[in-house]
């Protein structure tokens, strides 16, 4: 009970793949299956494929706390009793962790009459709820996860019309009551850059010399501030950040190639970071090249483990290529030691911060709206019929359109003083 895990599985070829396994470290057959032939075969990237793994690994603790065997209910011509689809929801809005634990306690039963009670119980085990977003995520996953599985049992099984049409009258019936209960409005989490003085701040608190850096290490303190001005100025996602290598870097042109470089193999580290985005070519500035020139010859290099591979930035104590782990870890620093950043500052919050940035200077230089949108797409690694921009210029999108009803309100009143 509670026992199943997603593991990820790293080939001699350099392919990283997430498998689900049992207590005992097997693989499951089921949702083995099920990633390899329809989530594998949709080319969704690594990541994605673990969290929709995470999703039935939640769905198979569930099933074991109830003690449904869910094929034996395909025998019968069902799936989930209605009081169930409830329990399997509020189960679905709690970190895997609660899940996980409550498959241990036999007191957490469902039974036709008691869901109210299960959503009680899980509720006070822990009281912090995930974003609806993964809630929504999850129960998509479980969704198709069990409409697959019901179309395999019937493929694999001698059934008569009638019994096959009563189990897929079944699937239907669960997939709308699941469906039904999909949170909406939660499909993306809402995330701001950073306001003008917040971005003063950070840039200041985390330069080498700063009475308030946080890092003793002045390995930790250079290497760190370079990462924050590489977010800040390139507005990079962390995955393209760690897969930098000191040979993408050509500092007679000042340019720096992001490449995709999926499963690689010579990427010792087992969850690879990856570039989701398009390929491109950036620009860096004169000042950044010159902080990472000194950091790759005068910090980087006095590390034994950084010279047997060109991963820009390394872990302080090994040498190895720097993980994401590492970084998440950095930002955590800062939020808990810095006071005034936000709570959910990241690298991603940097992303945004450099698209609020973009934003002001093309209305500084009055670029036209499409030329902008071109060169926003491409710096950004996104196709140009990529509708992402908004999603990253809502501050902006929002002082602006004041500044515009402010404007109005004032010509609004000229007109009456005149009148």
């Not at 241990?104 to 959503?119: I, L, M, Y």
């Not at 010579?266 to 010159?290: C, F, H, I, M, Y």
Request: aromatic share 6%.
């Amino acid at each position: 009970m509670g026992s199943h895990r997603v593991k990820l599985v790293r080939f001699a070829s350099g392919e990283r793949s997430p498998v689900l396994v049992d207590g005992f470290g097997a693989p499951c057959f089921g949702p083995t299956l099920f990633a390899v032939t329809e989530l594998r075969m949709r080319n969704l990237a690594s990541n994605t494929i673990g969290n929709a793994l995470r999703a039935l690994q939640l769905l198979l603790s569930f099933l074991d706390r109830e003690r449904i065997d869910l094929i034996k209910r395909f025998q019968g011509g069902q799936v989930l009793r209605l009081h169930e689809v409830e329990a399997l929801v509020q189960a679905c809005r709690q970190p895997l962790a609660t899940s996980e634990a409550a498959s241990d306690d036999d007191s957490f039963s469902s039974g036709p009459h008691r869901w109210q009670g299960v959503r009680g119980r899980l509720r006070d085990a822990a009281p912090t709820i995930v974003h609806a977003a993964v809630t929504a995520t999850r129960l998509q996953c479980i969704r198709d996860y069990v409409r697959w599985s019901a179309e395999l049992h019937l493929d694999r099984s001698g059934t008569s019309r009638s019994q096959r049409a009563e189990l897929r009258a079944a699937v239907d019936t669960f997939v709308l009551a699941v469906e039904a209960r999909i949170p909406s409005g939660g499909t993306s989490e809402v995330r701001e850059g950073l306001a003008p003085d917040l971005r003063q701040k950070l840039r200041e608190v985390t330069r080498p010399d700063s009475p308030e850096n946080p890092w003793n290490d002045r390995h930790a303190r250079i290497r760190n501030a370079l990462i924050v001005d590489w977010l800040y100025d390139l507005g990079l996602r962390r995955g393209e950040l760690l897969s930098v290598r000191s040979s993408d870097l050509d500092f007679r042109r000042g340019v720096v190639t992001i490449s995709r470089r999926p499963d690689d193999p010579s990427d010792p580290r087992r969850n690879q970071p990856v570039v989701k985005t398009r390929g491109r070519e950036l620009p860096l500035s004169a000042e950044n090249l010159d902080a990472t020139r000194h950091y790759i010859i005068n910090i980087r290099g006095s590390l034994l483990g950084a010279r047997r591979h060109e991963y820009l930035f390394v872990a302080s104590d090994t040498g190895t290529p720097l993980s994401m782990p590492a970084l998440a870890k950095i930002f955590r620093v800062l939020r808990s030691k810095i006071a005034d950043l936000p709570d959910q500052l990241s690298p991603h919050i940097l992303r945004h911060t450099w698209n609020d940035r973009f934003s002001e200077e093309m209305d500084r230089e009055n670029v036209p709206e499409d030329t902008e949108k071109k060169a926003r797409s491409y710096l950004m690694g996104w196709s140009e019929t990529s509708g992402t921009a908004g999603t990253y210029t809502r501050r902006h999108v929002r002082e602006k359109a004041k500044r515009v009803s402010l404007d109005l309100q004032e010509k609004m009143l000229g007109k009456k003083v005149q009148q």
